[in-house]
């Protein structure tokens, strides 16, 4: 059972990592100072230490966290039972367009910030996404048998790119966001 102190503890951090994914996406890593992070959660700078050793483990757990979070979402969607494997990559495409839609400071941080982290963690996240995109490349390869393994890779990359799009979009409003970019992934994974 979770007390009510550690309840309100995990928000304080949560809390901490948004701003940060924020401030990180906006004006990058290193301009941004730990009393900034503490003002835009409304505490002092350092109450950051209550919650985390340093500004780097933020930028860690921000894009070690997403890219675990990534590979365990596609993972359990895998080996959910479907119909068939289009419906699988439609339940994939909707999954990552969820979280691109909601998270588009992270996605920013992870273009920008990714060669900030420390090598052992920047190895991990590269591993973890490595294993993402071979989940989505599998599926892509028993719909399009035909597609050679490296131009599914290449695919993956296009189509993730496509996607994450979202964190560069500078078009406000629009209704047909999700649907546009869902179709376009499900053309260039299917073709045509």
């Known amino acids: 059972m979770t007390t009510a102190r550690a309840q309100g503890k995990a928000r304080t951090r949560q809390l901490f990592l948004d701003a940060a994914a924020r401030l990180f996406a906006d004006r990058g890593f290193h301009a941004v100072s730990i009393g900034e992070l503490g003002t835009a959660v409304g505490v002092s700078g350092p109450a950051l230490y209550r919650h985390f050793p340093s500004k780097e483990a933020m930028l860690e ?12 979402g596609g993972t359990a969607i895998v080996v959910a039972t479907h119909a068939s494997d289009r419906e699988l990559l439609d339940e994939l495409i909707d999954f990552h367009l969820t979280f691109a839609l909601a998270h588009r400071d992270v996605i920013r941080v992870q273009d920008r910030e990714l060669g900030t982290l420390p090598k052992a963690a920047n190895r991990q996240v590269r591993k973890l996404q490595r294993q993402y995109l071979d989940l989505w490349a599998e599926v892509v390869g028993r719909i399009r048998p035909e597609i050679e393994k490296a131009d599914r890779q290449v695919m993956m990359h296009a189509v993730f790119g496509l996607l994450n799009s979202t964190a560069h979009n500078t078009v406000a409003g629009s209704a047909n966001e999700r649907a546009i970019l869902a179709t376009a992934a499900r053309c260039v994974l299917l073709g045509g």
């Open 61 to 72: 757990e921000i894009l070690l966290g997403t890219s675990e979070f990534l590979l365990h």
